[in-house]
């Protein structure tokens, strides 16, 4: 028998029962063309491969890329080898150009990865997209090493079809402490003097130290075994899709993407092989009628870490 959770964790899990449910919402597609409308805000439960050449063409206005790390990785029973970086990089020679034809002449891509598979993912997107950046972002979890430094960074590759691209950089600014506060005329440049601190808001750069991996107390969390976090994704989706604009993730997993770009306004297309995750993404999707709430972003502010009372004492109404 399975242990009963600790009184705080919050894991989000899906039995049996509601999975019979839950499939009534998700697409099985068969070898024929899917229309872009059949497939807005959607999950797709299918292998990538058989479902790529189907897709619409250019109906995707950003794609959010977290294909399977150059690692040795179960996904409930698929599991995924470390091969070598050609090996990779022809893995992902297989299918990305095929998938870059769903992109919009001016959308954006994201592809996540780590260290290990950065030299595979910068060729593909050197050779498809337009490379705008490379975006690092801290985990502070992390296993420890003894002849090593510890790996708690990963990557975000930014590409863009052309050279013509939406990108909101008001929609992502930080709001951050001031720790050497500058006064011009002895009133405060930029800044914001508050009882619990000096706080200005700030152009985001490419090194992200904000973010939260999901853990057991969070109610985003899952079982996925990488399970990107929403604060993350919804940086990607507000930078780099208009409202109302459709997100493509093909590696959707338990549904973050979808998730975030429904309580932003956006809508989406998901693809996951497995159907237990696809499960998983849709009760995440209802839950989210009723809770909108993304960790971390408040009233269209981007928070540091560790600042949740705050949040709740500038942007709850009194």
């Known amino acids: 028998m399975d242990k009963p959770k600790a009184l705080k964790n919050r894991t989000l899990t899906v039995s049996a029962a509601e999975c019979e449910e ?15 409308s059949a497939i807005r805000n959607k999950i797709l439960c299918g292998n990538l491969f ?38 990779y990089l022809q893995y992902l020679e297989s299918w990305f150009p095929r998938l870059c034809r769903t992109l919009k002449p001016g959308g954006s891509v994201y592809m996540c990865g780590d260290w290990k598979s950065t030299y595979s993912l910068y060729q593909i997107m050197r050779d498809n997209t337009i490379i705008r ?36 950089v008001d929609a992502v600014k930080q709001k951050r402490r001031v720790l050497a506060p500058y006064r011009e005329n002895k009133n405060p440049k930029d800044w914001q003097e508050t009882p ?6 700030t152009h985001p750069g490419n090194f992200w130290d904000d973010i939260s991996v999901p853990y057991w107390s969070m109610p985003e ?28 993730d093909p590696f959707i997993g338990s549904g973050t993407t979808a998730v975030a770009a429904k309580k932003l306004g956006r809508n989406y297309t998901g693809i996951e092989i ?43 109404p009194s």
């Open 133 to 168: 950046n490379r975006i690092i972002w801290q985990r502070e979890k992390g296993r420890g090493a003894q002849a090593n430094w510890k790996n708690t960074c990963e990557d975000i590759w930014f590409g863009t079809k052309s050279n013509e691209y939406y990108f909101n």
């Open 221 to 248: 969390n899952t079982e996925h075994p990488a399970q990107k976090p929403e604060k993350l994704i919804a940086k990607l989706i507000l930078a780099s899709c208009t409202p109302g604009g459709l997100v493509l």
């Open 274 to 316: 497995n159907t237990e995750y696809c499960c998983l993404a849709e009760k995440r999707l209802m839950l989210a009628e009723t809770n909108p709430a993304i960790q971390g972003y408040s009233n269209g502010i981007f928070w540091e870490r560790n600042t949740f009372n705050l949040q709740r004492r500038y942007t709850e």
């Open 50 to 87: 058989a479902v790529l050449d189907f897709l619409p063409t250019e109906f995707a206005d950003l794609l959010i890329i977290d294909p399977p790390y150059n690692l040795d990785k179960n996904f409930k029973g698929l599991k995924f080898s470390k091969t070598s970086d050609d090996t």
């Open 22 to 36: 839950l499939k009534a919402n998700i697409i099985f597609p068969e070898n024929k063309a899917l229309a872009a």
């Open 196 to 201: 619990d601190g000096n706080f200005r808001l």
